[in-house]
């Protein structure tokens, strides 16, 4: 895994300056800490850092050119059928001078123009500069794993994996938009194409920009090469689709096998996980594989037994540590200081800790992230399909949930009832909106847009549209009909994206590893993608089918338990290790000082959670990350 920076002028009495793209490639150092390299081509230059996974020699060292020099690439991710690409180009005369699956890149373009980015199977995000064109190509692989920022700056732009090289060009000034944060603070996040900042976006999965270094602003568009197809819907049988599915995870993981350095893989012990874990003992000698995983001392949110029972069953070299309280708040600001912008999932707290481990023992691991995405595995796909039951009887259930919630106890525990009352309510009120995307989006945030009106000083931020613009966008051009299929389109465009794949991407960077996610190979997504919906969801039964495909393959206890997730005990935490940093963050002096929320309603926050009256640990982790970043940014 990589990073990479670069700018294209359009200027040409402004080439660009070798000094300023030195400075800004270094902050990249954690992404890449083995190698660097520089182009620098008049008023276009690209800066690399690489972490030496495929040809670890000096032959693989980015930027990496054809044979006369004219294409040049820099490049972050994994090919991984470089070596088909490979065959088919040397047969019709291409010369190749490294062993990289980088090199393919140049050669696939001069092949196929900028339809090359369809015959790529990986992750990546890559700039491909045809000096004879004088075209700059910037992209991103089909489901967005690896990060692509771009930012407009006095004529030209400037582009990288990361918003803190951006921040490096003297340039660029860190404008706080906060249209942006009030899609935080409905999120969790900031979904793509926004950023954190004015004059900066991140380009979103399966698209591509391309940029002429004569062109005058404004810069074009970026144009989509990708779209999931849901449609027409395959005409198979349960047990042959089960078949299909296994066959199509092993090819996906014997891909993601390939490697020239250590390589292991996360083990929590859900049947995603637990599924590859099955998948590469059939490719390798169970001895050989190294699983990982991270336990808590609170027994709801601890999954480390069912990952030693996993791990036990197939005979794997495991290693495990606990996440306790002290250990989180110390990650905390090392965490903060990699982020460049708000990120709120308590998650990244215990990846960030077993990232840091695993690379004790690997430069690779694979992990099981995308299957909840793809195979509707999440609480709220069965939460949709209840609420589509009921219909017009929404409003009488959400009076009634109302009423009783108030009896209902209040507890820290994991996916705790009230907790999941306390959520179901806000979708089951915009029922009759009826938008399941926009339903999904309000049970996953943590301000709706009616409490942002009473959080935020200027209430004017607070609109339905603006703030879920990008779910009604993806709703727009989604292809998908049944109701399951949406909701997976939402989940995929929206959280995956945005999210999960931000979150596993940043914790493995700080710490060099680079992570693979076999439920996110494309061959395997198209399939699940048309299959018919109940095969994802049958009733109530999430995952349904890669439960039934796993039935042989795993423990029983595994493949029938219910999913847990990779919670944090903030709620418990707050009130305890740490409940000093809450409140020091979030006092009301501060707040006033900052002028973005107001005081009075972080206050009331504060003092329902710590005395057991509410559970607000969503709110006051979103407002707490928030704060942190803001004072540590500047912005």
């Given at each position: 895994m990589c990073g990479f920076v670069g700018w294209i002028s359009n200027d040409p009495g402004k080439p660009v300056d070798l000094a300023i793209l030195k400075a800004m490639n270094e902050t990249l150092r954690h992404r890449g800490p083995d190698d660097e390299g520089f182009f620098v081509g008049g008023n276009i230059g690209m800066g690399h850092r690489r972490l030496s996974i495929i040809d670890t020699s000096e032959g693989g060292r980015q930027p990496i050119a054809n044979e006369t020099g004219s294409v040049v690439v820099v490049f972050n991710g994994e090919i991984y059928n470089f070596l088909d690409l490979k065959a088919l180009l040397q047969a019709e005369g291409h010369s190749f001078q490294t062993q990289t699956d980088t090199e393919v890149l140049v050669h696939a373009y001069e092949r196929w123009g900028e339809e090359f980015l369809t015959h790529l199977d990986g992750m990546f995000s890559l700039a491909i500069y045809d000096q004879d064109r004088r075209e700059l190509i910037l992209a991103k692989d089909p489901f967005g794993k690896k990060p692509l920022y771009y930012a407009s700056v006095e004529g030209a732009l400037l582009f990288a994996s990361e918003i803190k090289a951006l921040l490096a060009h003297p340039g660029f000034k860190a404008e706080l938009d906060v249209k942006a944060i009030g899609k935080y603070l409905a999120c969790d996040y900031i979904p793509s194409p926004w950023t954190a900042f004015h004059r900066c976006q991140k380009l979103r999965a399966?698209?591509?920009?391309?940029?002429?270094?004569?062109?005058?602003?404004?810069?074009?568009?970026?144009?989509p090469y990708w779209n999931l197809e849901y449609e027409p819907k395959l005409k198979i049988s349960e047990e042959d689709a089960a078949e299909e599915l296994v066959l199509l995870l092993r090819e996906a993981v014997g891909k993601r096998l390939m490697s020239d350095v250590p390589l292991g893989v996360f083990l929590s012990g859900g049947i995603d996980s637990s599924s590859i874990v099955a998948m590469m003992t059939r490719l390798k000698p169970s001895r050989?594989?190294?699983t990982f995983c991270i336990g808590f001392g609170e027994r709801s949110f601890d999954e480390s037994s069912y990952a030693r029972e996993v791990a036990s069953f197939f005979g794997t070299d495991h290693h495990e540590r606990v996440l306790h309280p002290e250990a989180a708040h110390e990650s905390i600001p090392a965490i903060l200081e990699k982020l460049d912008e708000p990120f709120a999932d308590p998650s990244i707290l215990p990846t960030y800790l077993l990232c840091k481990f695993t690379r004790e023992f690997v430069t690779v691991a694979l992990g099981g992230d995308g299957g909840d995405e793809i195979l509707a595995g999440y609480d709220p796909f069965a939460a949709h399909h209840f609420m589509d039951l009921i219909g017009p009887f929404s409003p009488a259930l959400a009076w009634f949930l109302e009423k009783i919630s108030r009896f209902i106890p209040k507890s820290d525990t994991n996916m705790s009832l009230d907790f999941k009352v306390q959520y179901?309510?806000?979708?089951?009120?915009?029922?009759?909106?009826?938008?399941?995307?926009?339903?999904?989006?309000?049970?996953?945030?943590?301000?709706?847009?009616?409490?942002?009106?009473?959080?935020?000083?200027?209430?004017?931020?607070a609109d339905w549209n603006e703030i879920f613009?990008?779910?009604?966008?993806?709703?727009?051009?989604?292809e998908a009909s049944e109701p399951v299929d949406r909701v997976v389109d939402t989940f995929t465009k929206l959280y995956l994206h945005d999210d999960i794949l931000v979150k596993v991407d940043r914790a493995s960077m700080m710490h060099s590893l680079e992570v693979r996610v076999p439920f996110l190979d494309k061959n395997l997504v198209s399939f699940v993608a048309r299959?018919?919906?109940?095969?994802?969801?049958?009733?109530?039964?999430?995952?349904?089918?890669?439960?039934?495909?796993?039935?042989?393959?795993?423990?029983?206890?595994?493949?029938?338990?219910?999913?847990?997730?990779?919670?944090?005990?903030?709620?418990?935490?707050f009130r305890g290790p740490l409940r000093e940093l809450l409140h020091d963050t979030l006092a009301s002096g501060r707040i006033r000082q900052d002028g973005i929320f107001h005081a009075s309603y972080v206050e009331r926050l504060l003092k329902e959670h710590q005395s057991g009256l509410r559970d607000h640990r969503k709110q006051l982790w979103s407002l707490l990350l928030f704060q942190l970043w803001r004072r540590r940014i500047g912005a």
């Open positions: 399966g698209n591509y920009l391309k940029l002429k270094t004569h062109d005058s602003e404004p810069w074009p568009d970026p144009i050989e594989i190294k179901f309510l806000k979708g089951l009120k915009s029922y009759a909106r009826g938008n399941p995307e926009l339903r999904n989006s309000l049970w996953l945030a943590p301000f709706e847009p009616e409490i942002q009106r009473e959080l935020m000083a200027n209430s004017d931020t613009s990008e779910t009604l966008f993806h709703r727009e051009r989604s299959l018919p919906g109940w095969m994802k969801m049958k009733g109530f039964t999430r995952k349904y089918l890669l439960k039934k495909a796993m039935k042989r393959e795993l423990p029983p206890r595994i493949s029938k338990r219910r999913k847990k997730g990779f919670g944090v005990p903030i709620g418990k935490w």
